[in-house]
Nanobody, 124 residues
Framework: QVQLVESGGGLVQAGGSLRLSCAAS????????MGWYRQAPGKQRELVAT???????NYADSVKGRFTISRDNAKNTVYLQMNSLKPEDTAVYYC??????????????????WGQGTQVTVSS
């Protein structure tokens, strides 16, 4: 089983910065794409940014130039540096990781795991 633990959310004023972290643990054989998604009240969950194992990144247009996603493959950790935060960035941020792990029977199985979510609130 694979677990994702997020940290770094909180309350910040508009224009401020926050850094989110997400560490993956468990019987991971290979950790491939990792990413961040967010869900504001009354809205659907949306992609914020993704990063491949090789470091290729993809961002939502709304965060380009303000957010930076990165990862440490040795630590199975992904980060999201958020600068110039806006009130519209307020949401619960979820970490996602995809890869391959050892199942309970020892079989090699794909996984698509989600973190528990961390609240980011940006005040105006």
């Amino acid at each position: 089983q694979v677990q994702l633990v997020e940290s770094g959310g909180g309350l910040v004023q508009a224009g401020g910065s926050l850094r989110l972290s997400c560490a993956a643990s468990g019987s991971i054989l290979s950790l491939n794409a990792m990413g961040w998604y967010r869900q504001a009240p009354g809205k659907q969950r949306e992609l914020v940014a993704t990063i491949t194992r090789g470091g290729s990144t993809n961002y939502a247009d709304s965060v380009k130039g303000r957010f930076t996603i990165s990862r440490d493959n040795a630590k199975n950790t992904v980060y999201l540096q958020m600068n110039s935060l806006k009130p519209e960035d307020t949401a619960v941020y979820y970490c996602n990781a995809q890869g391959v792990h050892y199942g309970a029977s020892g079989a090699v199985l794909p996984f698509n795991a989600w973190g528990q979510g961390t609240q980011v609130t940006v005040s105006s």
